[in-house]
């Protein structure tokens, strides 16, 4: 195995994180940046009103993408281990 297979390793599994974690995190982008426009018309400045609003956010974004999520990670773990034999060779 040499050094460029190790990058090109590392560089799909970055990018399989970002893909991954994409759909959480712009949730929470968006859900917090609505919650601060809220807050920042009405002056309400509770910290729980921007937190909770995002959990339920998060975990309902969980429960649709769920599925696809732990389907392209396990595509890409067996991915890994065809390399990984590959690579012993």
Known sequence: MNQSEVIAVTQQALYMVMKVS????ITGLIVG?????????TQINDQTLSFVPKIIAVFIVLLVSGAWMINTLIDFTNYLFIQINTFTR
């Open 22 to 25: 994409a759909p959480i995190l």
């Open 33 to 41: 940046l609505i919650i601060s426009i809220f807050q920042a018309t």
